[in-house]
């Protein structure tokens, strides 16, 4: 059974930084596609940043371009997600998402295609 524990949020001030981690288990961690997304209270889940297990290829959002970092330990099975130079906007619930690779590489922009989800983390960023 795929099980995603995502760790590290809390509250921090503008500017600041936060690393999440996801531990994955149940499952064969190469060759998939994994990826963080963010829901906001009365918004919709919006796609972070997602990285292919197998060869490292990344994907970022505009929004957290240049301020977040996903990278990965294979060898711990665990995602990470780097945080620096929060917003206010950044506050959100952030989930750790996976799913097997397809042909149409890695993308984190539809909730519906990852089929494994983990339970949230929260980020607070106060101004």
């Known amino acids: 059974q795929v099980q995603l524990v995502e760790s590290g949020g809390g509250s921090v001030q503008a500017g600041g930084s936060l690393r999440l981690s996801c531990a994955a288990s149940g499952y064969t961690y190469s060759n998939y596609c994994m990826g963080w997304f963010r829901q906001a209270p009365g918004k919709v889940r919006e796609g972070v940043a997602a990285?292919?297990?197998?060869?490292?290829?990344?994907y970022y959002a505009d929004s957290v371009k240049g301020r977040f970092t996903i990278s990965q330990d294979n060898a711990k099975n665990t995602l990470y997600l780097q945080m620096n130079s929060l917003k206010p906007e950044d506050t959100a619930m952030y989930y750790c998402?996976?799913?097997?690779?397809?042909?149409?590489?890695?993308?984190?922009?539809?909730?519906?295609?990852?089929?494994?989800w983990g339970q949230g983390t929260q980020v607070t960023v106060s101004s």
């Open positions: 998402v996976a799913r097997r690779m397809g042909w149409a590489g890695c993308f984190a922009v539809y909730p519906a295609d990852f089929g494994y």
């Open positions: 990285i292919a297990t197998g060869g490292g290829s990344t």
